[in-house]
């Protein structure tokens, strides 16, 4: 078992995953409380991540927004406050970190996003090929690959939607569920919001061709 210790290098990557988290809510990206974000400190041995609270307005987040969480994404006793939770969507999350080298998941409720879903009613593999963006997803060198982007129906029951979606991460760093979001993630901060930015912008480009 880790010790529930953060390091000064995991102190600068919550704070800059905050700004993140405040540029999102800068484009309407999380309206109404709503998002998840989350990060895998230094020394996690798989048992220990910092989640967002559950029903913080995204434009005062702050730093101590950020609480930690073991392997279930229960609340660590450190973090324990009556009431505050890392909410619904948290099974997602863990399923992530299990199954990839992710350290850091962000969640986007972006309109972009939920249009994009609409392109493609019954589909549940969207392909992309051809836009130089594409590079912008690690792993491609060229505009000519093909990537796939899964798309879920949106449901409450968010356990089962994470055992779909375990069966998925090997398209891409990134998954859609219909009438609701976006999820994405990356092995640093940096190649979270990355991802983020990118997938948005493929969003944008189909949405704009319709
Ligand atoms: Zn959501």
Not at 39 to 68: C, N, Q, T, W
Not at 130 to 159: A, C, R, W, Y
């Amino acid at each position: 078992m880790s010790m529930h210790e953060l390091t000064q290098f995991d102190e600068d990557n919550l704070i800059f995953l905050v700004e993140i988290v405040r540029q999102m809510n800068a484009r309407g990206e999380n309206p109404g409380t709503s998002g998840i974000y989350s990060y895998r400190p230094e020394k996690s041995e798989g048992d220990f991540f910092m989640l967002s609270e559950a029903g913080v307005d995204k434009g005062v987040f702050g730093r101590e927004h950020m609480i930690g969480v073991g392997e279930k994404g229960e609340v660590l006793p450190l973090w324990q406050k009556s009431g505050r939770s890392t909410g619904n969507e948290t099974p997602l999350h863990m399923m992530i970190y299990e199954e990839t080298d992710a350290n850091c998941i962000l969640h986007s409720h972006s309109l972009e996003s939920v249009w994009f879903c609409d392109l493609y009613p019954g589909k549940d593999l969207v392909e992309i090929t051809g836009l130089e963006m594409l590079k912008g997803i690690s792993g491609n060198e060229s505009h000519d690959v093909t990537l796939h982007i899964p798309i879920f129906d949106n449901t409450q029951d968010v356990q089962s939607l994470a055992e779909s979606a375990r069966k998925t991460l090997r398209h891409s760093p990134g998954f859609l569920i219909r009438g609701h979001g976006f999820t994405c993630w990356g092995n640093s901060v940096w190649e979270a919001k990355r991802h983020l930015e990118t997938f948005d912008y493929l969003f944008k480009y189909f949405n704009g061709n319709k």
